[in-house]
Protein backbone atom coordinates (compact mmCIF):
# COMPACT_ATOMS: atom_id res chain seq x y z
CA UNK A 1 0.00 0.00 0.00
CA UNK A 2 1.42 3.97 -0.88
CA UNK A 3 0.42 6.12 1.81
CA UNK A 4 0.75 9.86 1.49
CA UNK A 5 3.22 11.59 3.56
CA UNK A 6 0.80 13.18 4.88
CA UNK A 7 -0.46 9.81 7.05
CA UNK A 8 3.13 8.52 7.34
CA UNK A 9 3.78 9.45 10.98
CA UNK A 10 1.30 8.75 14.08
CA UNK A 11 0.95 12.28 15.05
CA UNK A 12 -0.36 12.91 11.65
CA UNK A 13 -2.32 9.64 11.62
CA UNK A 14 -4.18 10.75 15.55
CA UNK A 15 -5.31 13.88 13.98
CA UNK A 16 -6.92 12.04 11.32
CA UNK A 17 -8.77 9.92 13.50
CA UNK A 18 -9.71 13.05 15.39
CA UNK A 19 -10.98 15.24 11.92
CA UNK A 20 -13.00 11.63 11.07
CA UNK A 21 -10.86 12.66 7.97
CA UNK A 22 -12.52 10.31 5.03
CA UNK A 23 -9.68 10.76 2.85
CA UNK A 24 -7.46 8.87 5.15
CA UNK A 25 -9.83 5.50 4.52
CA UNK A 26 -7.85 2.92 3.10
CA UNK A 27 -4.15 4.32 4.06
CA UNK A 28 -4.57 2.57 7.62
CA UNK A 29 -6.39 1.93 10.36
CA UNK A 30 -6.43 2.58 14.15
CA UNK A 31 -7.12 -0.25 16.56
CA UNK A 32 -8.17 0.51 19.86
CA UNK A 33 -6.81 -1.54 22.99
CA UNK A 34 -9.49 -1.47 25.56
CA UNK A 35 -12.11 -2.69 23.22
CA UNK A 36 -10.16 -5.20 20.74
CA UNK A 37 -11.68 -3.88 17.59
CA UNK A 38 -9.83 -1.77 14.68
CA UNK A 39 -11.80 1.09 12.59
CA UNK A 40 -11.24 3.67 9.40
CA UNK A 41 -10.09 6.79 10.44
CA UNK A 42 -13.16 8.26 9.17
CA UNK A 43 -15.13 5.96 11.84
CA UNK A 44 -18.07 7.96 13.69
CA UNK A 45 -17.57 5.95 16.84
CA UNK A 46 -16.56 7.93 19.86
CA UNK A 47 -13.30 8.95 19.57
CA UNK A 48 -11.23 7.15 21.87
CA UNK A 49 -7.69 8.50 24.28
CA UNK A 50 -4.77 8.62 22.57
CA UNK A 51 -2.99 6.19 24.60
CA UNK A 52 -5.07 3.33 23.93
CA UNK A 53 -4.54 3.48 20.41
CA UNK A 54 -2.61 1.79 17.73
CA UNK A 55 -1.73 2.18 14.06
CA UNK A 56 -2.13 -0.35 11.58
CA UNK A 57 -1.32 0.08 7.74
CA UNK A 58 -3.90 -2.31 7.22
CA UNK A 59 -6.56 -4.09 8.69
CA UNK A 60 -4.75 -7.72 7.57
CA UNK A 61 -2.01 -6.45 10.07
CA UNK A 62 -4.86 -4.91 12.52
CA UNK A 63 -6.38 -8.78 12.25
CA UNK A 64 -2.85 -10.07 12.83
CA UNK A 65 -2.05 -8.16 15.74
CA UNK A 66 -5.31 -9.42 17.48
CA UNK A 67 -8.20 -6.90 16.67
CA UNK A 68 -11.33 -7.50 14.92
CA UNK A 69 -13.47 -5.81 12.60
CA UNK A 70 -15.81 -3.13 14.34
CA UNK A 71 -19.54 -3.56 13.73
CA UNK A 72 -19.69 -0.10 12.06
CA UNK A 73 -16.48 -0.69 10.16
CA UNK A 74 -17.65 -4.24 8.83
CA UNK A 75 -20.80 -2.63 7.32
CA UNK A 76 -18.79 -0.04 5.77
CA UNK A 77 -16.05 -2.45 4.26
CA UNK A 78 -19.38 -4.38 3.03
CA UNK A 79 -20.97 -1.38 1.64
CA UNK A 80 -17.49 -0.11 0.22
CA UNK A 81 -17.35 -3.83 -1.61
CA UNK A 82 -20.11 -3.39 -2.95
CA UNK A 83 -19.76 0.26 -4.84
CA UNK A 84 -15.86 -1.27 -5.94
CA UNK A 85 -17.67 -3.92 -7.31
CA UNK A 86 -20.19 -2.00 -9.37
CA UNK A 87 -17.53 0.39 -10.64
CA UNK A 88 -15.25 -2.46 -11.65
CA UNK A 89 -18.77 -4.08 -13.75
CA UNK A 90 -19.64 -0.75 -15.38
CA UNK A 91 -15.55 -1.09 -16.10
CA UNK A 92 -16.34 -4.54 -17.83
CA UNK A 93 -19.70 -3.71 -20.01
CA UNK A 94 -17.59 -0.84 -21.22
CA UNK A 95 -15.25 -3.10 -22.55
CA UNK A 96 -17.52 -5.66 -23.57
CA UNK A 97 -19.26 -3.17 -25.56
CA UNK A 98 -16.49 -1.47 -27.33
CA UNK A 99 -15.47 -2.23 -31.45
CA UNK A 100 -12.02 -2.38 -30.10
CA UNK A 101 -10.49 -2.49 -26.33
CA UNK A 102 -10.86 1.16 -24.49
CA UNK A 103 -7.59 2.58 -23.17
CA UNK A 104 -6.88 2.85 -19.70
CA UNK A 105 -7.86 6.02 -18.85
CA UNK A 106 -10.69 6.16 -20.18
CA UNK A 107 -12.15 2.89 -18.51
CA UNK A 108 -10.95 5.35 -15.38
CA UNK A 109 -12.65 8.57 -16.82
CA UNK A 110 -15.84 6.63 -16.97
CA UNK A 111 -16.28 5.26 -13.39
CA UNK A 112 -14.10 8.27 -12.04
CA UNK A 113 -11.51 6.96 -10.57
CA UNK A 114 -7.82 7.79 -11.04
CA UNK A 115 -5.77 5.57 -13.86
CA UNK A 116 -3.43 4.11 -10.72
CA UNK A 117 -6.39 3.65 -8.80
CA UNK A 118 -8.98 2.30 -10.98
CA UNK A 119 -6.21 -0.19 -11.95
CA UNK A 120 -5.25 -1.17 -8.70
CA UNK A 121 -8.90 -1.65 -7.76
CA UNK A 122 -10.00 -3.68 -11.05
CA UNK A 123 -7.20 -6.32 -10.69
CA UNK A 124 -8.32 -6.96 -6.67
CA UNK A 125 -11.61 -7.54 -7.81
CA UNK A 126 -11.26 -9.74 -10.74
CA UNK A 127 -7.38 -11.33 -10.49
CA UNK A 128 -6.74 -9.74 -13.54
CA UNK A 129 -5.53 -6.23 -15.17
CA UNK A 130 -8.05 -3.97 -17.07
CA UNK A 131 -6.43 -5.25 -20.28
CA UNK A 132 -6.12 -9.02 -19.40
CA UNK A 133 -10.06 -8.95 -18.88
CA UNK A 134 -10.05 -7.28 -22.35
CA UNK A 135 -8.14 -9.84 -24.10
CA UNK A 136 -10.28 -12.99 -22.18
CA UNK A 137 -13.29 -10.74 -23.51
CA UNK A 138 -11.98 -10.44 -27.35
CA UNK A 139 -11.01 -14.05 -27.49
CA UNK A 140 -14.18 -15.24 -26.48
CA UNK A 141 -15.84 -13.19 -28.88
CA UNK A 142 -13.66 -14.61 -31.80
CA UNK A 143 -14.25 -18.19 -30.45
CA UNK A 144 -18.03 -17.17 -30.70
CA UNK A 145 -17.52 -15.77 -33.75
CA UNK A 146 -15.99 -18.30 -35.25
CA UNK A 147 -18.34 -20.87 -33.68
CA UNK A 148 -20.93 -19.37 -35.39
CA UNK A 149 -22.98 -19.81 -39.22
CA UNK A 150 -22.07 -17.41 -41.88
CA UNK A 151 -18.71 -14.98 -40.78
CA UNK A 152 -15.95 -15.72 -42.83
CA UNK A 153 -12.58 -15.87 -40.63
CA UNK A 154 -11.51 -12.29 -41.62
CA UNK A 155 -14.85 -11.25 -40.26
CA UNK A 156 -14.57 -13.05 -37.01
CA UNK A 157 -11.36 -11.39 -36.38
CA UNK A 158 -12.60 -8.25 -36.71
CA UNK A 159 -15.98 -8.70 -35.06
CA UNK A 160 -13.89 -9.83 -31.78
CA UNK A 161 -12.45 -6.06 -31.64
CA UNK A 162 -8.83 -7.50 -33.37
CA UNK A 163 -7.98 -3.92 -35.34
CA UNK A 164 -5.56 -6.17 -37.52
CA UNK A 165 -5.09 -9.48 -38.62
CA UNK A 166 -1.62 -9.40 -37.93
CA UNK A 167 -2.10 -8.60 -34.27
CA UNK A 168 -4.65 -12.15 -34.13
CA UNK A 169 -2.11 -14.10 -35.76
CA UNK A 170 0.24 -13.36 -33.07
CA UNK A 171 -2.09 -14.51 -30.35
CA UNK A 172 -3.69 -16.90 -32.49
CA UNK A 173 -2.72 -19.78 -30.67
CA UNK A 174 -2.72 -19.32 -27.51
CA UNK A 175 -6.59 -17.67 -27.86
CA UNK A 176 -7.61 -20.91 -30.08
CA UNK A 177 -5.41 -23.70 -29.15
CA UNK A 178 -5.17 -25.00 -33.25
CA UNK A 179 -5.40 -22.59 -36.48
CA UNK A 180 -8.94 -21.13 -36.42
CA UNK A 181 -9.36 -22.87 -39.77
CA UNK A 182 -9.41 -26.14 -37.79
CA UNK A 183 -11.40 -24.56 -35.34
CA UNK A 184 -14.27 -23.07 -37.51
CA UNK A 185 -14.31 -26.63 -38.82
CA UNK A 186 -14.99 -28.12 -35.73
CA UNK A 187 -11.83 -29.20 -34.38
CA UNK A 188 -10.91 -31.17 -37.55
CA UNK A 189 -7.56 -33.21 -37.59
CA UNK A 190 -7.77 -31.92 -33.33
CA UNK A 191 -6.87 -34.57 -30.86
CA UNK A 192 -8.28 -33.14 -27.85
CA UNK A 193 -7.84 -34.33 -24.22
CA UNK A 194 -9.81 -32.85 -21.31
CA UNK A 195 -10.63 -32.60 -17.75
CA UNK A 196 -13.59 -32.14 -15.45
CA UNK A 197 -13.91 -30.56 -11.83
CA UNK A 198 -15.21 -28.28 -9.38
CA UNK A 199 -14.55 -25.21 -8.70
CA UNK A 200 -16.18 -22.12 -6.16
CA UNK A 201 -18.50 -21.12 -9.25
CA UNK A 202 -19.61 -24.87 -10.00
CA UNK A 203 -18.34 -27.48 -12.59
CA UNK A 204 -15.12 -26.60 -14.73
CA UNK A 205 -13.70 -28.27 -17.92
CA UNK A 206 -10.53 -27.75 -19.45
CA UNK A 207 -9.70 -29.19 -22.87
CA UNK A 208 -6.44 -29.23 -24.63
CA UNK A 209 -5.56 -30.20 -28.02
CA UNK A 210 -2.48 -30.68 -29.81
CA UNK A 211 -1.33 -26.78 -29.63
CA UNK A 212 -2.49 -25.87 -26.22
CA UNK A 213 -5.92 -25.12 -24.21
CA UNK A 214 -8.59 -24.93 -26.55
CA UNK A 215 -11.56 -24.46 -24.14
CA UNK A 216 -12.56 -23.95 -20.57
CA UNK A 217 -16.08 -24.41 -19.57
CA UNK A 218 -18.37 -23.22 -16.48
CA UNK A 219 -21.76 -25.19 -15.40
CA UNK A 220 -24.01 -27.16 -12.98
CA UNK A 221 -23.52 -30.25 -14.32
CA UNK A 222 -20.36 -31.90 -15.49
CA UNK A 223 -21.96 -34.20 -18.37
CA UNK A 224 -23.54 -31.04 -19.89
CA UNK A 225 -20.14 -29.34 -20.06
CA UNK A 226 -18.62 -32.74 -21.71
CA UNK A 227 -21.46 -32.59 -24.15
CA UNK A 228 -21.12 -29.05 -25.04
CA UNK A 229 -17.57 -29.72 -25.60
CA UNK A 230 -17.84 -32.41 -28.11
CA UNK A 231 -20.69 -30.07 -29.39
CA UNK A 232 -18.05 -27.40 -29.66
CA UNK A 233 -15.65 -29.71 -31.27
CA UNK A 234 -18.03 -32.33 -33.30
CA UNK A 235 -14.66 -33.28 -36.05
CA UNK A 236 -12.51 -33.78 -33.40
CA UNK A 237 -11.06 -36.88 -31.70
CA UNK A 238 -12.22 -36.13 -27.65
CA UNK A 239 -10.23 -38.35 -24.83
CA UNK A 240 -11.11 -38.40 -21.61
CA UNK A 241 -9.60 -39.79 -18.22
CA UNK A 242 -5.97 -38.33 -18.75
CA UNK A 243 -5.21 -38.88 -14.83
CA UNK A 244 -2.01 -36.69 -15.33
CA UNK A 245 -3.78 -33.94 -16.88
CA UNK A 246 -6.73 -33.76 -14.76
CA UNK A 247 -4.47 -33.71 -11.51
CA UNK A 248 -2.85 -30.67 -13.61
CA UNK A 249 -6.45 -29.09 -14.02
CA UNK A 250 -6.93 -29.58 -10.22
CA UNK A 251 -3.92 -28.20 -8.99
CA UNK A 252 -4.34 -24.85 -11.10
CA UNK A 253 -8.01 -24.73 -9.90
CA UNK A 254 -6.87 -25.08 -6.48
CA UNK A 255 -4.02 -22.79 -6.55
CA UNK A 256 -6.25 -19.83 -8.50
CA UNK A 257 -9.31 -20.53 -6.47
CA UNK A 258 -10.55 -17.12 -4.71
CA UNK A 259 -14.13 -17.73 -3.71
CA UNK A 260 -14.51 -14.53 -1.80
CA UNK A 261 -12.67 -12.63 -5.24
CA UNK A 262 -15.02 -10.25 -6.88
CA UNK A 263 -17.91 -11.86 -4.84
CA UNK A 264 -20.00 -8.50 -5.41
CA UNK A 265 -19.60 -8.68 -9.12
CA UNK A 266 -22.31 -10.34 -12.31
CA UNK A 267 -21.74 -13.52 -12.34
CA UNK A 268 -20.70 -13.98 -16.08
CA UNK A 269 -17.68 -11.21 -14.87
CA UNK A 270 -16.79 -13.61 -12.00
CA UNK A 271 -16.90 -16.53 -14.89
CA UNK A 272 -14.83 -14.73 -17.63
CA UNK A 273 -12.34 -13.68 -15.29
CA UNK A 274 -12.06 -16.83 -13.74
CA UNK A 275 -12.06 -19.04 -17.02
CA UNK A 276 -8.76 -16.16 -18.30
CA UNK A 277 -6.65 -16.94 -14.64
CA UNK A 278 -7.23 -20.22 -15.34
CA UNK A 279 -6.33 -19.99 -19.10
CA UNK A 280 -3.11 -17.82 -18.00
CA UNK A 281 -1.90 -20.43 -14.86
CA UNK A 282 -1.82 -23.12 -17.33
CA UNK A 283 -0.34 -21.65 -20.60
CA UNK A 284 2.80 -20.46 -18.33
CA UNK A 285 3.00 -24.33 -17.18
CA UNK A 286 5.55 -26.18 -19.38
CA UNK A 287 4.77 -29.66 -20.46
CA UNK A 288 4.94 -32.42 -17.99
CA UNK A 289 5.82 -29.65 -15.12
CA UNK A 290 3.58 -29.41 -11.65
CA UNK A 291 2.12 -26.18 -10.03
CA UNK A 292 4.30 -24.57 -7.14
Known sequence: MNTPLAY???????????????AADGHFVYAVRTTG???????????????????????EAAEAAGYRCSRRAHGDQTRAAAERAALVARACR???????????DALATEVGLSPFHFHRVFKAETGLTPKAYSA???????????????????????????NSSSRYYEAAGQ?????????????????I?????????????VAQSQRGICAILLGDDPDRLVRDLQDQFPKAEII?????????????????EAPAKGLHLPLDVQGTAFQERVWRALREIPPGATVS
Open 8 to 22: KTEDDRWAAVQARDA
Open 37 to 59: VYCRPSSTARCPRRENVAFFDTA
Open 94 to 104: LIETSDTPPPL
Open 136 to 162: AWRARKLREELGGPGASITEAIYGAGF
Open 175 to 191: LLGMHARDYRAGGAGAV
Open 193 to 205: RFAVGQCSLGAIL
Open 240 to 256: GGDGAFEQLVAEVVGFI
